[in-house]
């Protein structure tokens, strides 16, 4: 399903599905200039997605081999089918650097090792992690091999006819995430890092130490831009960005407020067991009922608010066979530290 969402530049959205997926869909979007055309990120490396994306290319007449494809990220349902579309086509993928280099070590390398055995050592069942190598989406429907692709720094240019956008680099969501935005009509394209009716997942990252406090001055970044037309990947956009970035501030502060009050009432708890205590929001369900890779997500997340609270001194870690945590002042003065304005 192909729906034009602006006039000039063309900008077409191209509805990919993501089966049993709470993200439900990914927003696949198509700009079109003179005789070029960008498409913005793929879907994940599944049938589904691929017949969406091929039928949505075919209705706007554009041929993958005349085409520019740009990768915000390097989740699998945005970057999963860029080997099956793009093998033994001439191309041209941009992507920025830092994800770049991370989808590289974590296709190739050992990342998706070190990863699992650092949620263990954060109290994650090892029984989980093994059932976790063949279920998670983001391995299992991940790209089918490595790809060649020019790599992006901030504030780099691509052109696509007489247009030009911007590349944005708000780390946070990942490490090197990109938005792309066009200056003279002032849209952006959001990629996960701004979403509108859900919360980007925030997780902690091997080699990135507070990957909260990225994203928060990423989402202080945004804030700084004209933005008339807001594109996210995932679902609808219905409200103002610059309403919608305070909602996603105030979500975190409210999350890091519930972590103190977790180890207010007990110490030294493992990252999984606090995430066990927090709350939510998973259609009623309780921590029992979450299935396993909700869990994973769950951990990553409370994970990346614990390394929000040690990098602003008020929790310590005990570094062990599994780490725990504990706060170092009272919850009322742990509190009063959380600051998410913009660091200058
Ligand atoms: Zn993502």
Redesign the pocket.
Known sequence: MVTKINDVPAIFQIYVPLPDNPLKNLNCYVLKSGNEALVIDTGFNRPECKQALEYGMKELKIDIEHTSLFLT?L?S??VGLVYELTKHKKCHIYMGKIDYDYFVNTTIGDMWLKTEQKFEQEGFPKEYTTALRNTNPARSFAPSGIFEATTLNDGDTIQIGDCILQTILVPG??PG?MCLYIQKEKILFT??HILFDIT??ITSWIGVKNSLGDYIQSLHKIKRIPIQLALP?HRKNDINIYERIEQILLHHKIRLEDTIDILAKKQNLTAYQIASFMKWSMRGKCWEEFPITQRWFAVGETMAHLDYLIAIHVVEKLVKNVNQYRLIYSAEKCKSKIDLSERK
């Open positions: 990220h989740h349902d945005h969501h990942t995430q990629a996960d980007p997942n990947a």
